[in-house]
């Protein structure tokens, strides 16, 4: 079961992700603004995410390619990101986060060829 924002504390920061290249450039761009660093002063965020396979499951652009439903969060340099499919981000303290998602047993179901 994943818990809803409204849930929780306001995050520090609300954005836009979809108005960056990458979400990736977005979460960077929002942490600097919130944190008041110079880009060149913060850790890489691939340090804390594979920003590849982030930027592939979002996917900026059409609504329609995007992930939907889902929401995607990971923890880095003492925030807690999220994503939304409704092409949202927000910063959380680290401190405040939301708690993660339990983890969910994964299954192998075989599949049938012939």
């Keep these: ?4 924002l409204q849930d929780h504390d306001d995050p520090l920061r609300r954005f836009d992700w ?7 450039q977005a979460v960077a761009a929002a942490v600097v603004d919130e944190s008041g660093a110079q880009f060149d002063d913060i850790e890489p965020l691939y340090g804390a995410v594979d920003t590849d396979a982030l930027d592939d499951l ?3 652009g059409d609504a329609t390619s995007r992930f939907v439903g889902g929401r995607v969060a990971f923890d880095y340099l003492g925030y807690r990101v999220e994503l939304d499919s409704c092409g949202y981000g927000f910063l959380y303290a680290l401190t405040g ?6 983890e969910v047993p994964q299954q192998s179901i075989p599949v049938n060829d012939g």
């Design 97 to 102: 986060a939301p708690d993660r998602q339990p």
């Design 18 to 24: 979809t108005t960056f290249e990458s979400a990736s």
């Design 58 to 60: 979002v996917q900026t």
């Design 1 to 4: 079961m994943t818990q809803s």
